[in-house]
């Protein structure tokens, strides 16, 4: 299918299958028929040419003297009736259904063209094919009644490339002062100028084509024009719409009816003047339409030179393409016009290799199509209504939503990401989906500001981008493993690389360890047991490495993961370590010795449930072991004494058995067995149903502990910025802007203050502060959304504290004293 779109119409072809160009030869009656030299196949399908051999052109002579044209028909001696049957009523009848269709009469001047044409406008029984046509599309609408038809015609003469409409209803007066143009756009050819006249009955079509007959006399009378010299077209539009479907849906068609000129070729000598001028247009016109011909007769070709005359040019659309072709070749079977009847015999074998490929033409009405979905949509509206009202819904407006209500789905979305909103409402699709975009566009907006924060203070490099990584090593930043190596003076770079691989717990190879300035506070437990991967993934990293700047620090060491922190209440309460805590050293630990630091001092109290945790985790798992052992031995015992049983049956069997009023007699070796299966089957469903039971526990456990390793890394995490990261001065101003601690604001974001956001931050204080905490509600609202974030995870730990003591209570029976967690 094809679709063509062309301002509010829409063209939509079918396509069909391939045909060939039908090709008929009507020979004109003569008494004078050149028997010996014209003979026709049996099949009516062929024509014989032989041409006595030309005795004046000496001995040697080879000149072809026979020829043979197969065809579709051969029509001699045939009534206008029989003609009109085997060449036009197929192809009008289809035309009726959407398919274009061109009929062409062609052939030496006086062969017969007009008069299987148009026939002898006198004489009805003589009329040609194109009256025949008009009646026969006037008699099929009629036994259409399904449908409206237009019929329209029009009636055009090219005469020495000149266009000329016989049907104007202006009186002749030679070519009009703005002359006609043939026009080409996607729905096909037509000629701009030209008068198309609707036609509601077969009445009004015959005088249309009589009138366009008389008009071609008389100007070939005023004009001096030799109507053999010209081509007509009369062409019959047709348009059909359903009656009873409302489809936007219709066809449309035309049927060409082509009355060529003479094809003679008008010898040039000896002519002059207006006969000179005849002959050399019809040659090129007639020539250009045989070159068209050739061309969509080859299959390789793309081109077809449809525009090289107006008559091709005219017919672009109805040659080949999407139509069904007919072409008559009249032939006047004298011996005298041998040359020209082979001539136009030729042509005919011509047009039969062009194939063609016939398809409806279906249109949509735009207005139609409009109209009806305006229909069906308000129908839909209606009965949305009628569903909300049936579900107690308030009237629901389903219109597109403009810019308010855009901005204020934006805002929703925004105060829910800070955790203003709890949730959103849901209205209708269309705000669920307009809910969505806003998430994407403030989530996109949010990556850009991190990444334009980040890309301000650091240079990053991509993991994987191996060459800036090389690149980096023979600068000397970094050494074979991947680690950065901080300049000997101490000076800043901002470069940021991931390196290939960090062992946990590894010792840093920079010059100054961290031990040097932290290593009063690396106890024993932490120093004999560093942090290792699989107990606390501390030392990770994530794709992308960000080195801060900063003058003094550690560059291993800071090879800090980008964790996005947030808002979670001390385990811990603010004990008076805190205030008396000791001057920060000049360089940050490393996260290794600080995390030990941590565990034995800040984080002691949720480490120890940790560790608590972990041991009772292991417990169950080792219970779990030992169920498991016992029910196998269980299992094995089972096995062994279900055989014993059968061994003893089957010697009883053996030896005959014993009955006592139907009830059977068994020793009492069997006997113990069954009672000792049965006691055997009892154990194995106890110990089965512990070992369910451990297997839900340790599963549960295993979350528990895996929960307290989140919140002490967290804990760490949110310490650690405290303790060495983020600079004194911003942590008070943080205290004095939100009820958060300020560990837990994403380090990236901390450090990302350049210089420029550090003064600004300053003048912040200075400014807005004093006058009021809440103008700083800009850094509050991003802080929120990660306290939000973090809530969850808070009031699992919760949860988990709860359970643990819970189970501890249970299982033991003892109060172990663990502290009750405080509540988030
Ligand atoms: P053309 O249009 O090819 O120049 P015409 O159709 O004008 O030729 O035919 C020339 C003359 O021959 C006309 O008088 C026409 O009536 C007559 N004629 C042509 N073909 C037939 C035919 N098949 N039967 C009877 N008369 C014919
Ligand atoms: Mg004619």
Not at 351 to 356: A, E, G, I, S
Not at 526 to 554: N, W
Not at 725 to 751: C, F, H, N, W, Y
Request: glycine residues 6%; proline residues 4%.
């Amino acid at each position: 299918m094809k679709r063509h779109k062309n301002g509010s119409k829409q063209y939509l072809t079918k396509m069909g299958t391939r045909k060939k160009v039908q090709a008929f030869v009507r020979v004109r009656p003569t008494d004078d028929f050149a028997h010996e030299m014209i003979k026709y196949g049996e099949d009516n399908k062929s024509i014989d040419i032989h041409l006595k051999k030309d005795t004046r052109r000496g001995v040697v002579n080879n000149q072809q003297t026979d020829w043979s044209f197969k065809l579709d028909g051969v029509l001699h001696n045939a009534s206008q009736d029989l003609v009109y049957e085997t060449v036009a009523k197929d192809a009008v009848s289809q035309a009726l259904d959407g398919y274009n269709g061109t009929i062409m009469c062609y052939g030496q001047t006086g062969a017969g063209k007009t008069y299987t044409m148009t026939g002898a406008t006198e004489n009805y029984k003589h009329r040609g094919i194109l009256p025949r046509a008009l009646q026969q599309v006037f008699r099929m609408i009629e036994e259409r009644p399904t449908h409206a038809i237009t019929v329209r015609v029009s009636y055009l003469e090219i005469y020495n490339e000149n266009l000329f409409d016989l049907l104007s209803t202006l009186p002749y007066v030679g070519p009009s002062v703005t002359p006609m143009t043939i026009v080409e756009n996607p729905q096909g050819i037509f000629i701009k100028g030209l008068s198309v006249h609707l036609t509601s009955q077969e009445e009004d079509a015959f005088s249309l084509l009589f009138e366009g007959e008389t008009n071609r006399i008389i100007a070939s009378h005023t004009m001096n024009k030799n109507s053999s010299r010209s081509h007509c077209i009369f062409t019959i539009y047709m348009e059909a719409h359903s009656r009873t479907l409302s489809d936007e849906k219709y066809i449309t068609s035309k049927i060409n009816l082509v009355d060529l000129a003479g094809s003679e070729r008008l010898s040039k000598t000896g002519s002059e003047g207006r006969v000179l001028k005849e002959a050399t247009y019809i040659n090129k016109s007639l020539s250009f339409l045989e070159q068209a011909i050739i061309a969509l007769g080859d299959q390789n070709r793309d081109h077809i030179p449809f525009r090289q005359s107006k008559l091709t040019h005219a017919l672009k659309d109805s040659l080949g393409g999407n139509c069904n072709m007919v072409l008559v070749t009249n032939i006047y079977g004298e011996a005298a016009q041998l040359d020209e009847t082979l001539s136009s015999l030729r042509f005919a074998s011509r047009m039969k290799l062009v194939t063609t490929e016939p398809a409806i033409n279906e249109k949509y009405d735009a207005e139609r199509m409009v109209k009806n979905l305006e229909k069906e949509l308000a129908l839909l509206k209606q009965e949305l209504a009628i569903h909300d009202s049936l579900s107690n819904r308030t009237l629901v407006n389903y219109d597109p939503m403009d810019e308010i209500q855009i901005a204020e789905i934006n805002s929703q979305v925004r105060r829910y990401l800070e955790g203003t909103l709890d949730e959103i409402d849901i209205i209708n699709l269309r705000q669920i989906q307009e809910v969505f975009n806003q998430f994407r566009v403030v989530l996109s907006q949010q990556e850009q500001e991190v990444e334009t924060a980040l890309r301000r203070k650091y240079t990053l490099i991509d993991k994987n981008d191996f060459a800036a990584i090389s690149a980096v090593q023979k600068v000397g930043l970094m050494d074979i493993e991947g680690n950065l190596v901080g300049e000997p003076d101490g000076q800043s770079f901002g470069l940021g690389v991931a390196p290939f691989s960090v062992k946990p717990g590894k010792k840093a190879k920079t010059k100054k360890t961290p031990k040097d300035q932290f290593s009063s506070s690396a106890r024993k437990e932490g120093a004999s047991s560093p942090v290792s991967g699989k107990e606390f993934d501390v030392a990770s990293v994530s794709k992308t490495q960000l080195i801060p700047s900063s003058k003094d620090g550690d560059l291993k060491d800071t090879l800090a993961r980008e964790r996005e922190t947030s808002s979670i209440e001390p385990l811990i309460s603010d004990s008076p370590k805190e205030e008396l805590r000791a001057p920060r050293p000049s360089t940050p630990p490393s996260r290794t010795v600080a995390f030990e630091e941590f565990k034995n001092e800040r984080g002691s109290e949720i480490n120890r449930i940790f560790k608590e945790n972990k041991s009772i985790l292991n417990e169950r798992k080792k219970r779990a072991s030992e169920t498991t052992q016992r029910i196998n031995a269980i299992k094995q015992e089972i096995d062994e004494t279900k055989e014993a049983l059968n061994f003893q049956k089957s010697l009883r069997e053996k030896q005959g058995e014993y009955e006592n009023k139907g009830l059977m007699i068994i020793d009492e070796e069997e006997f113990l067995l069954i009672l000792k299966l049965k006691d055997l089957k009892k154990q194995y469903r106890n110990e089965y149903q512990e070992l369910r039971d451990l297997r839900a526990e340790i599963q549960y456990c295993q979350r528990l502990v895996d929960q307290c390793r989140h919140r002490l890394l967290m804990e760490f995490d949110i310490w650690y910025n405290e303790s060495f990261m983020i600079p004194e001065d911003i942590q008070v101003a943080l205290k004095l802007g939100s009820s958060i601690r300020p560990g837990m604001v994403p380090i990236s974001r901390i450090v990302c203050l350049g210089e420029d956001d550090q003064d600004r931050f300053s003048h912040l204080q200075q400014t807005v502060l004093p006058e009021g905490p809440d103008s700083i509600t800009f850094y509050n609202a991003k802080v929120k959304t990660e306290q939000k974030a973090y809530g969850s995870i808070r009031r699992a730990w919760w949860r988990a504290a709860c359970i643990i003591n819970a189970l501890n209570l249970r299982r033991t029976g003892v109060d172990q004293g663990y502290d009750k967690p405080i509540r988030p």
